[in-house]
């Protein structure tokens, strides 16, 4: 497991501030067939949109387009998310 310093990702710990809330998570499965350069894409994505409320109360959507391996990492971090959530 990689430790929390030397990973470029940022980390929460217990003094960081939550800056906005989660209000709704929309998710779809999608797959794109052609574009104007490929006629045959066969590309399959899983597409994100993130309603949250910054601090001011203000709404905003946010949206995620991840790859398949992109989503089962995700999913994968998730569920380690939710592990630790137990015990906690």
């Not at 497991?1 to 990702?9: H, K």
């Not at 045959?40 to 203000?58: E, R």
């Not at 949206?63 to 391996?69: A, C």
């Not at 971090?77 to 015990?87: D, L, N, S």
């Amino acid at each position: 497991m990689e430790r929390a310093s030397e990973s470029s990702e940022p980390v929460l710990d217990a003094k960081s501030q939550v800056t906005s809330q989660l209000i709704d998570f929309q998710w779809k499965l999608g797959m794109a067939v052609s574009s104007d350069s490929c006629r045959s894409l066969k590309y399959p994505y899983v597409a994100v949109m993130l309603k949250v409320a910054d601090q001011s109360g203000q709404i905003k959507n946010k949206f995620i387009e991840m790859t398949i391996p992109q989503f089962q990492n995700f999913y994968r971090q998730f569920k380690e998310i939710a592990a630790v959530m137990e015990t906690v």
